[in-house]
């Protein structure tokens, strides 16, 4: 592994808090429970049955109250997804006989169906009696879409469930997840949308951000040492043809694609590009960082595979699309590293038809936090500063600097460390404010503070308030 590779990778691993929360993975959890209260599920289920038992060690659903005429029924709120990989423990709890069984599945789909008679369980766990019990892990995979789901566990018995009960424990459902831009999707990419999320339209198959125009298309040699970008990759075996298409390529599963850009800034851009695994490819992890900050992390199992994709060569074709970032400065770069998983195996890589789509910030912006919008300013012009409105974020509405040691204007305070304006309020309403920002930050001058102070201390605040302790501090 190169330094390059080791430190973005480092980076992100340091900072991947700081940068954006967002939803990226492609395989991932969707839904878990244990039933344990101080482990809140995800999704949010609502069931008619009460809180967990415990058996053996673990919380089980629907002890001694799911059966005969009575099934577990959990309702599930998923992310949009493709395809699910549904795992669960099932339990037979006392006097279960020859002939009867349970039934688990999702929506109209079957997880699976087991029969269970006492004289095989494998002890006695909970319930009623001292029967025998049964526990047994079950698990599927299928293609599925929809979000607002049902998991029921039906049980064929002929006694009621104080006699003979079903149980459900540890449930995982690991999903397929559809690209950010995809209400609904049959893969993965932004052109395998079924149907576009809020903020996206729908542009040539492909969903975009809505009202983002292309501003960089890199379709053939030329295109990848254009004059407003520079694209190189690591390896290289330079251009190449899959399925009709012109392919920058590199030998090799630890790629490393890096893309210079210049003149972006005061814009919001996201990034789409088709990528090809070729040759002996699984698995594979894909990291997008866009300006200093993460935009893209996915994990791909590469299970469609095109025969002789590439010339002679059988290759994987996915189309990846980031999240909107905003673009902080003049000259930036795009990095989009690729590992092979398990990296004992041989393939190599290849990209193409890369499109950066942006749109405008607000015309009073130099660089901005969401488009079009006065109030999400990240950088302003040359005598202007981001005014915010809370303590927590970098970003406001661009207002002329004033004269004097407190360039903001009335009734805001300058942070030097981030070049921003607050509400001097903010840090006299709520004491319990978590913030970084020391007053020794914003005044050098103790008569600008106790100007200040006596301002606010008639208009707004108790003698009490600590805005004076605050703003005095340097005294």
């Known amino acids: 592994m190169n330094f390059l590779r080791w430190f973005l990778l480092t980076f992100t691993f340091l900072m991947g808090s700081v940068l954006m929360d967002i939803p990226t993975f492609s395989v991932s959890i969707v839904y878990q429970s244990d039933f344990l209260k101080h482990n809140p599920t995800i999704g949010g289920e609502t069931s008619n049955q009460f809180q967990g038992e415990e058996c053996d060690g673990h919380l089980v659903f629907g002890v001694m109250k799911a059966g005969k005429d009575n099934p577990i029924e959990i309702s599930l709120d998923l992310p949009p997804h493709y395809y699910l990989v549904v795992a ?43 029967w025998k019990d049964g526990k047994y892990r079950i ?8 979000q607002s789901s049902k998991l029921k566990i039906t049980a064929h018995s002929n006694q009621t469930p104080a006699n003979e009960s079903v149980g459900v424990s540890n449930i995982s459902i690991r999903g397929y997840r559809c690209n950010v831009a995809c209400s609904d999707c049959s893969g993965p990419g932004n052109d395998a949308c079924l149907s576009c999320a809020r903020g996206y339209r729908m542009y040539k198959g492909s969903c975009i951000p809505m009202d983002y125009r292309l501003f960089h298309f890199a379709q053939s ?17 330079g251009m190449i043809t899959c399925s009709g298409q012109p392919v920058l390529s590199s030998n090799g599963t630890d790629v490393d694609l890096v893309g210079r850009f210049n003149g972006y800034t005061n814009h919001v851009c ?28 996915e994990e791909i199992d590469l299970f469609e595979e095109i025969e002789n994709g590439c010339g002679n060569r059988n290759a994987t074709k996915v189309r990846l699309f980031s999240e909107p970032v905003p673009i902080k400065n003049p000259r930036f770069e795009v990095y989009v590293i690729v590992s ?26 130099r660089s901005c936090a969401r488009p079009a919008d006065e109030n999400y300013c990240s950088g302003c012009p040359g005598g202007m500063l981001a005014h915010a409105t809370n303590y927590d974020v970098h970003y406001g509405k661009c207002l002329p600097m004033t004269d ?20 001097a309020h903010l840090f006299v309403e709520n004491e319990a404010v978590d913030t970084d920002i020391d007053a020794t930050d914003f005044f050098d001058d103790s008569s600008q503070a106790e100007t200040l102070y006596e301002k606010h201390n008639d208009e707004k605040f108790s003698p009490s308030s600590p805005l004076k302790s605050f703003l005095l501090k340097s005294q």
């Open 340 to 365: 092979q998983m398990p990296s004992s195996a041989h393939g190599s890589f290849g990209v193409s038809n890369i499109k950066m789509y942006c749109t405008d910030c607000h015309h009073s912006c």
């Open 139 to 146: 698990t599927n995979e299928f293609e599925h879409h929809q």
């Open 404 to 423: 004097g040691p407190n360039p903001c204007a009335n009734d805001y305070l300058y942070h030097g460390a981030s070049n921003t304006c607050y509400p």
């Open 88 to 130: 669960l423990d099932l339990w037979f709890l006392d006097s279960w006989e020859t002939g009867e069984y349970a039934v688990a599945q999702l929506d109209d789909q079957e997880i699976d169906t087991l029969s269970h008679e006492m004289k095989d369980g494998q002890g006695h766990f909970c319930g009623r009696g001292k």
């Open 270 to 297: 996201a990034l789409q590009m088709d990528t090809w695994f070729m040759d002996t490819w699984d698995e594979a992890s894909v990291l997008m960082i866009i300006d200093n900050q993460q935009v893209h992390t």
């Open 221 to 237: 040699a030329s295109d990848f040492n254009a004059t407003d970008s520079e694209w190189g990759i690591n390896n290289s075996q």
